[in-house]
C-alpha cells in the first residue's frame, strides 16, 4: 500500500500564497506522475497540476502562471507553490500519486485532503 500525508492547506487573503507538500510512503518501487487535484463544494474534483517523474508538468488553464508544481524524487515528495491565491481557488486540494510495486503493479493513491480556503 501506498500512503500520502499532505501538508500546508490554510486560510489565506486574496493575492496571497500558500505551499502544499505530500509525501508518499509505503511499498513503492517506482512514483511515476504525481499531482494535485482540488474539488470544491458541489463541484467535481478537478485536476490543478500534474508532474511526470522526468519533470514534465502540465497545468489547468485556471491556474496558470501563479501555481507551480514541483517534486523531490529522492524525498518521494511533491510539492504545489500557489501564488495569487482568489477566492475560486478555495477548495480541498488532494494529492495524487500513480506508482508501481515491487510486482510492478500499478497503483493510483490518494491523500486525505487539505483544506484551503482564500477569503478575506
Known amino acids: 500500500q501506498v500512503q500520502l500525508v499532505e501538508s500546508g492547506g490554510g486560510l489565506v487573503q486574496p493575492g496571497g500564497s500558500l505551499r502544499l507538500s505530500c509525501k508518499a510512503s509505503?511499498?513503492?518501487?517506482?512514483?511515476?506522475?504525481m499531482g494535485w487535484y482540488r474539488q470544491a463544494p458541489g463541484k467535481q474534483r478537478e485536476l490543478v497540476a500534474v508532474?511526470?517523474?522526468?519533470?514534465?508538468?502540465n497545468y489547468a488553464d485556471s491556474v496558470k502562471g501563479r501555481f507551480t508544481i514541483s517534486r523531490d524524487n529522492a524525498k518521494s515528495t511533491v510539492s504545489l507553490q500557489m501564488n495569487s491565491l482568489k477566492p475560486e481557488d478555495t477548495a480541498v486540494y488532494y494529492c495524487?500519486?500513480?506508482?508501481?510495486?515491487?510486482?510492478?503493479?500499478?497503483?493510483?493513491?490518494w491523500g486525505q485532503g487539505t483544506q484551503v480556503t482564500v477569503s478575506s
Open positions: 508532474i511526470s517523474s522526468g519533470g514534465t508538468t
Open positions: 495524487n500519486c500513480n506508482s508501481q510495486d515491487y510486482t510492478y503493479t500499478p497503483r493510483e493513491s
Open positions: 509505503g511499498i513503492i518501487l517506482r512514483i511515476n506522475a
